[in-house]
């Protein structure tokens, strides 16, 4: 079940509803999971300085169960969502961060699917 939710100071017509489709079917595919458990929040023009600076930034929080663990594939998910995140707003990838989180069952209301 993962839950990704992109924090942006970029303007909401600058991400379409199509670029929100692109980054749920993406995420499947790079988690290897059915898109149909994918969940994805885009919350644009916030407020937001990173390193200094107002300019242009985002920050991409995913959560899966048991996806995202030391020594896993934590640096190849990282390139991956920084390509496609670059390629679908054309921010540099110094204005992004990418943070993962380990879901566990005790984090959801709901059971995972079997």
Known sequence: MPLCTI??????E???DTFLKETSAFIAKLLDKPETRVQVTLL???RIISAGSLEPCLTFY??????FRPG???RKY????????????GLPDSSMKVIFHDLQLI???I???K
Do not use: Y
Request: proline fraction near 10%.
């Open 7 to 12: 924090t942006t100071n970029l303007p909401d």
């Open 14 to 16: 600058k991400l379409s």
């Open 44 to 46: 644009p023009n916030v």
């Open 62 to 67: 995913l959560s899966s169960f048991e996806r």
């Open 72 to 74: 896993d594939n934590n």
């Open 78 to 89: 990282g390139d991956e969502i920084g390509k496609f995140l670059a390629e679908k707003t």
């Open 107 to 109: 984090d959801v209301g």
């Open 111 to 113: 059971p995972p699917v």
